[in-house]
T-cell receptor
Framework: AQSVTQLGSHVSVSEGALVLLRCNYS??????LFWYVQYPNQGLQLLLK??????LVKGINGFEAEFKKSETSFHLTKPSAHMSDAAEYFC?????????????FGQGTTLQVKP | ETGVTQTPRHLVMGMTNKKSLKCEQH?????MYWYKQSAKKPLELMFV???????ENNSVPSRFSPECPNSSHLFLHLHTLQPEDSALYLC??????????????FGPGTRLTVL
């Protein structure tokens, strides 16, 4: 069965510092990979996704993520944190063969950005 | 209205009340989902509908009763809830269940408090 692990339920960085949010998946076949962001009192919004092709994926708001098959990872990064990046971030996977619409979510990482 | 809308945004109910949550998507999608988001827990998929037909019931108690009259509308009828049902209920949609690489589009959620 597929699973997603996000290391660190809470990450704190200073404004302007590098943001690194970790995501590892467990799957016999590399799945499709997604990062979502949830701002306070809002639903989830897609930041980026990896389906095929180039393993470095660029998303909205300056975020990017790299799919590393050998490490079963899909870590999210941003070179310079902004106060507006404070939110909860979710990694999710979908099996390539799936026809159920199921997304498996990690437990989420809360990003705090300090001035 | 665009995207996925949910009403009400906040709901407080007693354990003996009956209430309904409404979700509407304006994206022309065929699949719709209900999720439960509790504090410090991963998103829990509750129900999945595809072309108005329920395809997934993730062992949800019968006090939650979904209804999907058409591909654009999804309801969650609530009755005799428990305090532990207090959570953020999120609705989502996607083009279809067959598109495992498709993102899901989320509404802003209904914050439910059961007294």
């Amino acid at each position: 069965a597929q699973s997603v692990t996000q290391l660190g339920s809470h990450v704190s960085v200073s404004e302007g510092a590098l943001v690194l949010l970790r995501c590892n998946y467990s799957s016999s076949v590399p799945p499709y990979l997604f990062w979502y962001v949830q701002y306070p009192n809002q639903g989830l919004q897609l930041l980026l996704k990896y389906t095929t092709g180039a393993t470095l994926v660029k998303g909205i708001n300056g975020f990017e993520a790299e799919f590393k098959k050998s490490e079963t990872s899909f870590h999210l990064t941003k070179p310079s944190a902004h106060m507006s990046d404070a939110a909860e971030y979710f990694c999710a996977v979908s099996a390539r063969s799936s026809n159920t619409g199921k997304l498996i979510f990690g437990q989420g990482t809360t990003l705090q950005v300090k001035p | 209205e665009t995207g996925v809308t949910q009403t009400p945004r906040h709901l407080v109910m007693g354990m003996t009340n009956k209430k309904s949550l409404k979700c509407e998507q304006h994206l022309g999608h065929n699949a719709m989902y209900w999720y439960k988001q509790s504090a410090k827990k991963p998103l829990e998929l509750m129900f999945v509908y595809n072309f108005k037909e329920q395809t997934e019931n993730n062992s949800v108690p019968s006090r939650f009763s979904p209804e999907c009259p058409n591909s654009s509308h999804l309801f969650l009828h609530l009755h005799t809830l428990q305090p532990e049902d207090s959570a953020l209920y999120l609705c989502a949609s996607s083009p279809s269940l067959a598109g495992a690489r498709d993102e899901q589009f989320f509404g802003p959620g209904t914050r439910l408090t059961v007294l």
